[in-house]
């Protein structure tokens, strides 16, 4: 999150832990950036051994998009 950069889960990547004493891993994580800084991010976890859709990427960077406007106010 540090360099801005969305992730995705890729099968043959690296796994993203994003939530400590959960051993699931994070199928995509967005940083929301508010007035230049990263404040959070918005991070759909892994449920099972299901992949990742196009819909649920644009979801995810929309709700990114939204809580950053929303911080800016």
Do not use: W
Not at 50 to 73: V, W
């Amino acid at each position: 999150m540090e360099s801005r950069n969305a992730y995705y889960y890729t099968d043959n990547g690296s796994r993203l832990q994003a939530v400590e004493g959960i051993d699931k891993p994070a199928l995509a994580a967005v940083p929301i950036v508010s007035a230049g800084d990263v404040t959070g991010a918005v991070v759909y976890i892994r449920k099972g051994e299901e992949e990742l859709t196009e819909l649920q990427k644009s979801l995810i960077n929309a709700g990114a998009q939204f809580l950053s406007r929303q911080l800016e106010g």
